[in-house]
């Protein structure tokens, strides 16, 4: 398995990957902010907000195994702000279910913080929920500090309302 950062032809290219990703997080019970079952048309307007932000606000990488399958992604939303160019937001870390336990989601991890370190980023924070479908104990082995959470704060999947739980971590070069 590679981790690869996907531009905006490169993700256009593999948007029925992308969209096939989503919709088996979703249906698997992934808390990615969207309920099941996930209708074709607000994946695709998902997909193409978050391509069209791809090489300015955001960084997307791929996870693509030995047959050249995509079979896992996350994404870092950078601010932009003058008081706050030095963190980025986690977001969508998503892995295939066929998939789950076998080191991709944390293999994404890690490049997304080395891709944070290179482009000057100190500090990175997510949420995720508590419920089901969370990955609190996924983050927190990654070393990711739980800061609090706010309860009810979204509805998982099956539309059970979840507090979230906010992590964060302090980046160094050394840290990654």
């Known amino acids: 398995m590679t981790i690869e950062q996907l531009n905006r032809n490169q993700a256009r290219e593999r948007l029925p990957e992308l969209e096939?990703?989503?919709?088996?997080?979703v249906s698997h019970g992934a808390s990615v902010g969207f309920l099941h079952p996930l209708d074709a048309r607000e994946s695709k307007a998902y997909w193409g907000k978050v391509i069209d932000e791809l090489e300015t606000a955001r960084v997307f990488l791929a996870a693509i195994d030995e047959r050249s399958r995509l079979v896992g992604a996350a994404q870092l939303a950078l601010e932009s702000r003058p008081n706050g160019r030095h963190r980025a937001e986690v977001q969508?870390?998503?892995?295939?279910?066929?998939?789950?336990?076998?080191?991709?989601g944390a293999?994404?991890?890690r490049e997304i913080e080395a891709e944070a370190v290179r482009r000057g980023r100190t500090l990175l924070f997510l949420d995720t929920s508590t419920g089901k479908g969370g990955a609190t104990e996924f983050y927190l082995r990654l070393g990711y500090a739980?800061?609090?959470?706010?309860?009810?704060?979204?509805?998982?999947?099956d539309g059970t309302l979840a507090a979230n739980a906010i992590f964060y971590k302090r980046l160094s070069k050394s840290s990654v």
Not at 20 to 25: C, E, K, P, T, V
Not at 94 to 104: A, D, K, M, T, W
Not at 148 to 156: C, K, M, R, V
């Open 20 to 25: 096939a990703l989503l919709h088996d997080a």
């Open 92 to 104: 969508k870390l998503l892995v295939l279910s066929s998939g789950r336990r076998q080191g991709i």
């Open 107 to 109: 293999a994404l991890m």
């Open 146 to 157: 739980l800061a609090g959470g706010i309860p009810d704060y979204a509805a998982d999947p």
